[in-house]
């Protein structure tokens, strides 16, 4: 059984004050127009009269019929509930002896007959589009949580794959070194697996962790590699999507790494107010297609989930210098 979330709760208690208004509304603009409490009284009367019945087959529907029948298939119980319920809610239409009523009024109340079951109809027609409109609202948002899963789940063991080949490579040559790598991956895997199973989480913690993975990541490089990194950060409590940034920082020791040439890594992040923008250079020294180490995951992947996550939401700049220097810079507005 679905577990009641706080929204629920919220839609129900909204629908329940707009219909309240539509029964009351009559009452109110006779106590406006009038100031009669028996004009008031009466206009009430009517509304509860006429209005009262199309209201109840609403939400019965909304809640109970269309959930429960018209969405599992069960159509002809479905017309069989509603049917039944229409004539118990307007038993009072019904069941009158249009026979005791004068011949100048039978006409009339047939009509008034016919226009309060068609009002009924159209309650739960507007039931039964609202659902629908709800129902396909959530599967659209339940497959893209799904895929954002998918992506996140894919950096994971990305990360790890590249940085157990850096602690590999340091084992052969420092032992105390090669034990704190191991302490500060510790930390990374903690992060990556407790503490980013939300759909966002504070700035500060994206922050230490992508620091130490640059940490990490400084093991592979060579006197050659000038690496610089930067975060200004004025608000660490704001929230971001994470791991959002740990592709690019990737790329860039995979591709800024030359063990022949000099080369450079600059890592910035710069938060002011809601907006943020992270920039990664690096030199350009692409691998060759044969070299198939931390491919994976890339650009793609950190393009599909801003996208999902910031629709019209963020900038992004991309190109190689004359240079050669390979620059990325997203805009962010959080």
């Not at 706080?6 to 009351?24: E, G, M, N």
């Not at 809640?63 to 809610?89: D, E, K, Q, S, T």
């Not at 249009?98 to 016919?114: F, K, T």
């Not at 190689?320 to 507005?333: A, C, D, F, G, V």
């Given at each position: 059984m679905r577990k009641i979330q706080?929204?629920?709760?919220?839609?129900?208690?909204?629908?329940?004050?707009?219909?309240?208004?539509?029964?009351?509304?009559?009452g109110l603009i006779s106590y406006v127009t009038s100031n009669d409490a028996t004009v008031v009284w009466d206009s009430l009367k009517i509304s509860a009269y006429w209005l009262a019945p199309a209201v109840i087959v609403y939400l019965i529907n909304f809640?109970?019929?269309?959930?429960?029948?018209?969405?599992?298939?069960?159509?002809?119980?479905?017309?069989?509930?509603?049917?039944?319920?229409?004539?118990?809610?307007n038993s009072h239409f019904i069941y009158n002896?249009?026979?005791?009523?004068?011949?100048?009024?039978?006409?009339?109340?047939?009509?008034?007959?016919?226009?309060?079951?068609?009002?009924?109809l159209m309650a739960i027609g507007i039931a039964l589009s609202i659902r629908y409109v709800m129902r396909q609202s959530e599967k659209k948002q339940k497959k893209v949580e799904a895929e954002l899963a998918w992506l996140k789940n894919q950096i994971n063991p990305h990360f790890l794959f590249n940085t157990l080949n850096n602690i590999s490579s340091l084992a052969q040559i420092d032992g105390d070194e090669t034990q704190e790598a191991i302490m500060q991956l510790s930390d990374l895997l903690r992060y990556a697996m407790y503490e980013t199973n939300k759909p966002k989480v504070p700035l500060e913690g994206e922050v230490e962790f992508m620091r130490n993975y640059i940490e990490l990541m400084k093991l592979r490089c060579n006197e050659m590699t000038e690496i610089r990194s930067e975060f200004i950060v004025h608000n660490s409590k704001i929230e971001i999507a994470p791991l959002l940034f740990i592709s690019l920082i990737e790329n860039a020791f995979k591709h800024g790494m030359n063990s022949n040439a000099p080369a450079t890594i600059d890592?910035?992040?710069?938060?002011?107010?809601?907006?943020?923008?992270?920039t990664c250079d690096n030199t350009n020294n692409p691998k060759p297609?044969?070299?198939?180490?931390?491919?994976?995951?890339?650009?793609?992947?950190?393009?599909?989930?801003?996208?999902?996550?910031?629709?019209?939401?963020?900038?992004?700049?991309?190109?190689?210098?004359?240079?050669?220097?390979?620059?990325?810079?997203?805009?962010?507005?959080?």
């Open positions: 706080i929204k629920d709760v919220w839609l129900f208690v909204a629908q329940v004050l707009l219909l309240s208004l539509v029964l009351l509304s009559p809640y109970l019929c269309v959930p429960f029948l018209w969405f599992r298939h069960r159509f002809w119980l479905f017309g069989l509930v509603n049917a039944m319920l229409i004539m118990a809610c002896n249009i026979n005791s009523l004068p011949d100048a009024y039978r006409a009339g109340y047939s009509s008034l007959l016919i226009i309060s079951l068609l009002v009924n890592i910035s992040m710069v938060q002011t107010g809601s907006t943020l923008v992270f297609s044969k070299d198939r180490s931390g491919s994976g995951i890339g650009l793609e992947n950190t393009r599909r989930r801003l996208n999902l996550i910031y629709p019209n939401h963020y900038q992004w700049e991309q190109t190689i210098t004359p240079e050669n220097i390979y620059q990325i810079k997203i805009t962010l507005e959080l």
